[in-house]
């Protein structure tokens, strides 16, 4: 069995016995990767036996049997290279980047790589230093959006397709995946109202473009409207949205 080398950061784990543990690691270079790692926890005399910890990044070497992807792939070697203990210092930090972990572990499949979500997932925790963390989330959470597919369309009504960018009101079907302007809007089921506000900066999001001292009061709407649309892509709500919602 050959050894593939990259580049993870830890989404989940579970203690599988004394000594080892069961991950899942979503790496840069092969995408969301479940691994046993075996022995892991086994205490030496140099070592503790602490295991390996929920969010940390580091180089990852792992094997897979050839036909066999999708079953649990062996952990040969980790070497943690950041723990982001910030994260530990402060639960509103902790929350969401638990949740973007979370998030990113139920919308990727095994052996589908994202390198532009795998950096946007490191640039966030590293962010979450020094920043509130409502931005740097939701920023997070548009690129997600984009590398999996799910991008909403939002220049155009889905039904007359009068451009609506500069509507100061919205509405979005999660269905559909598009926008409906006030006037059609009557005859869409599954909606949810969207300033015009928001969508503007997610424009400015895209374009490299967003001011964080500008567009303050624009995150928590915009936290709203992305978190819908994945809970109602998943159909379940994430783990950690109420208790985010609140410390938000």
């Given at each position: ?144 959006h984009r590398e999996i597919g799910l991008r909403p369309e939002l220049s155009r009504c889905m039904s007359c397709s009068r451009p609506v960018a500069g509507d100061r009101v919205v509405y979005f079907s999660s269905r559909a995946c598009v926008a409906a302007c006030r006037d059609c809007e009557p005859h ?60 938000l």
């Open positions: 069995m050959a050894l593939l080398k990259d580049t993870g950061i830890v989404l989940r784990r579970l203690d599988y016995s004394e000594t080892s543990q069961v991950l899942v690691v979503f790496t840069r270079e092969h995408g969301q990767q479940r691994l046993i790692a075996k022995g892991v926890k086994r205490a030496t005399k140099k070592k503790a036996s602490i295991g390996i910890d929920l969010l940390e990044e580091g180089r990852v070497v792992f094997s897979q049997r050839p036909g066999k992807e999708a079953a649990l792939a062996t952990l040969t070697e980790w070497r943690q290279e950041e723990s982001f203990p910030h994260l530990q210092r402060d639960l509103k930090r902790l929350y969401a980047a638990q949740y973007a972990a979370e998030l990113t572990a139920q919308l990727t499949e095994v052996n589908d790589p994202h390198p532009g979500l795998f950096d946007a997932m490191l640039a966030l925790m590293r962010e979450l230093e020094a920043a509130d963390p409502i931005a740097p989330l939701v920023r997070f959470l548009w690129i997600l869409v089921l599954e909606k949810r109202r969207v300033d015009g506000a928001v969508l503007a900066w997610l424009n400015e999001v895209d374009k490299g473009m967003d001011s964080e001292s500008s567009a303050n009061h624009s995150h928590r709407a915009a936290f709203e409207f992305l978190d819908y649309n994945l809970t109602e892509t998943m159909g379940k709500q994430a783990r950690l949205r109420g208790p985010l919602r609140e410390l």
